[in-house]
């Protein structure tokens, strides 16, 4: 995909000679539609059983869906980022290039497990050494977590999507979601306010596939 656009540059702007796009006849490669395994309340709650409140592994598993961050994000979060009850901080990604700073309320239950928990000096999450993560190397971390809890299909980007999820079926609008999330567009955003409508739509429909019989009345 990269070298189609380079390419279609240097042509239209007649450098090195090209004199088609051979990039262009490329396949392009499949994808998983769906990404990331948005974890379920199930998993969680294996998780939070194998891993109680007071271990690395639940400070990490809280910061990742009770924030709703990336993993990138999550690994810097430290002292230094909590004001007056919210997480302040500029998400790593595109920071150089169209950096979005948020401003999220720091919920009960996070605070819950940063109060019994170890917590680094610079970052909350430090390695055995006491050094912050890298983002790759947490990543592993975290899933070799995910396997001891029996959840080898589950990762920390699934945490993320496990929070927008729950967020958009308790009500969040697509504008709510955005906020949290760091969203430039509506088209992630409505994905998930549409899936949890589809949701809430069938449950008050499905009634409606049988006929109910005079004297009657659904319950």
Same mark, same amino acid.
């Given at each position: 995909?990269?070298?189609?656009?380079? +390419?279609?540059?240097?042509?239209?702007?007649?450098?090195?000679?090209?004199?088609?796009?051979?990039?262009?006849?490329?396949?392009? =490669?499949?994808?998983?539609?769906?990404?990331?395994?948005?974890?379920?309340? /199930?998993?969680?709650?294996?998780?939070? &059983?194998?891993?109680?409140?007071?271990?690395?592994?639940?400070?990490?598993?809280?910061?990742?869906?009770?924030?709703?961050?990336? &993993?990138?994000?999550? #690994?810097?979060?430290? &002292? %230094?980022?909590?004001?007056?009850?919210? =997480?302040?901080?500029? %998400? %790593?990604?595109?920071?150089?290039?169209?950096? /979005?700073?948020?401003?999220?309320? /720091?919920l009960p239950q996070l605070q819950k497990v940063l109060e019994a928990s170890p917590l680094g000096? +610079?970052?909350?999450?430090?390695?055995?050494?006491? %050094?912050?993560?890298?983002?790759?190397?947490?990543?592993?971390?975290?899933?070799?977590?995910?396997?001891?809890?029996? =959840?080898?299909?589950?990762?920390?980007?699934?945490?993320?999507?496990?929070?927008?999820?729950?967020?958009?079926?308790?009500?969040?609008?697509?504008?709510?979601?955005?906020? /949290?999330?760091?969203?430039?567009?509506?088209?992630?955003?409505?994905?998930?306010?549409?899936?949890?409508?589809?949701?809430?739509?069938?449950?008050?429909?499905?009634?409606? =596939?049988?006929? +109910?019989? #005079?004297?009657?009345?659904?319950?």
């Open positions: 995909k990269t070298l189609r656009g380079l +390419l279609k540059w240097a042509l239209e702007h007649e450098l090195g000679g090209l004199r088609h796009n051979a990039a262009r006849d490329v396949p392009k =490669l499949r994808q998983r539609e769906d990404g990331y395994h948005a974890w379920t309340e /199930i998993e969680r709650a294996r998780f939070e &059983r194998r891993f109680p409140i007071g271990t690395k592994a639940r400070l990490a598993y809280a910061l990742l869906f009770h924030t709703g961050q990336r &993993r990138s994000d999550v #690994v810097l979060f430290g &002292r %230094q980022h909590m004001h007056a009850g919210k =997480l302040r901080f500029t %998400q %790593q990604k595109n920071r150089r290039r169209r950096p /979005i700073s948020l401003e999220l309320p /720091i000096e +610079l970052t909350f999450l430090v390695t055995d050494h006491g %050094q912050p993560f890298t983002v790759a190397g947490f990543g592993n971390w975290f899933r070799d977590r995910c396997t001891e809890a029996g =959840l080898r299909h589950c990762s920390a980007h699934g945490l993320r999507k496990a929070a927008a999820v729950a967020a958009a079926e308790n009500g969040a609008t697509a504008n709510e979601l955005m906020a /949290i999330f760091g969203w430039l567009s509506l088209k992630e955003a409505e994905r998930y306010t549409r899936s949890a409508e589809q949701k809430k739509l069938a449950e008050r429909g499905m009634g409606t =596939l049988v006929a +109910l019989k #005079v004297g009657t009345r659904s319950v």
